[in-house]
């Protein structure tokens, strides 16, 4: 900047005269207070976004901090131990689960409670037989099985764990009614040194029973109204399906 100054040249004669002379800029008091605004909302943004992240690393330690829901409903797909019968089976289901509270047995984390009722549909297609032509219609042969599907209807107690902002985990003890439908002998028969078919009773017809169940999984949660929900366990191997809180 320059600034104007008078001089005098000679004994008494005045005159004006512009020198260059350099001003330090002074900061105004408008531009400090802007300048401390910039500095403050830099420094907000920086802590907002760490608390973010702090948030979600904490979420287990934050009881109640979850999307509150009173029904789960969740079609699924699955796929059926071989242990439940011989092969592999495949099929399709649902899950209705009702929550019981969204405080679960652990008070100081975030957990919560729900009892899962479910109706699943599975068919295995057997191993296959040996084929006789003294016995047309009839297959036989050392451990066979022929094809099966079953009914199942699982009914268990659903403990939630909500581990971080978009996952949580759960556990799934219970039991599980089951119908099964046996359109051929399971069994050899009607061959040489091999009992008539139908000779027994079981494996043949139709069968009802009650075992065990129990699963372990995690869902991802899109949204607070939607999630993908994937479980492994027994009786089935495994299920993948959507789930839509309401």
């Known amino acids: 900047m320059l600034c104007r100054e008078d001089v005098r040249i000679g004994p008494d004669v005045p005159r004006r005269h512009l020198q260059l002379t350099p001003l330090t800029k002074k900061e105004t008091p408008l531009r400090k207070i802007a300048r401390s605004l910039s500095i403050a909302a830099v420094i907000g943004l920086v802590g907002a976004t760490s608390s973010h992240e702090a948030r979600a690393d904490d979420t287990i330690k934050r009881p109640g901090d979850h999307p509150h829901y009173s029904v789960e409903l969740e079609p ?28 679960g047995f652990v008070k100081s ?18 191993t296959g037989c040996y084929y006789d032509p003294r016995y047309a219609g009839y297959c036989y042969g050392p451990g066979y099985f022929g094809s099966a599907d079953f009914i199942q209807i699982p009914i268990v107690m659903q403990w939630n764990f909500y581990v971080a902002e978009k996952w949580s985990v759960f556990g799934e003890p219970g039991l599980y009614i089951w119908h099964g439908f046996f359109p051929s002998p399971n ?7 091999l009992p008539p078919c139908g000779f027994y009773n079981y494996g043949y017809g139709n069968d009802t029973g009650v075992g065990p169940a129990f699963w372990a999984g995690g869902r991802f949660h899109f949204s607070d109204s939607a999630a993908l929900t994937m479980r492994v366990g027994y009786p089935d191997l495994l299920t993948l399906g959507v789930s839509f809180f309401l």
Do not use: E, K, M
């Not at 059926?80 to 405080?103: E, K, M, N, P, Y």
């Not at 069994?187 to 040194?193: D, K, L, R």
């Open 76 to 103: 699924h797909a699955l796929l059926g131990w071989a242990a439940q019968w011989a092969g592999t089976g495949f099929g399709l289901g649902g899950r209705v689960s009702i929550a019981i509270t969204h405080d």
């Open 109 to 126: 984390i975030n957990n919560s409670v729900a009892i899962s009722l479910g109706l699943d549909w599975v068919h295995y297609g057997g």
């Open 187 to 193: 069994y050899p028969c009607n061959g040489p040194g």
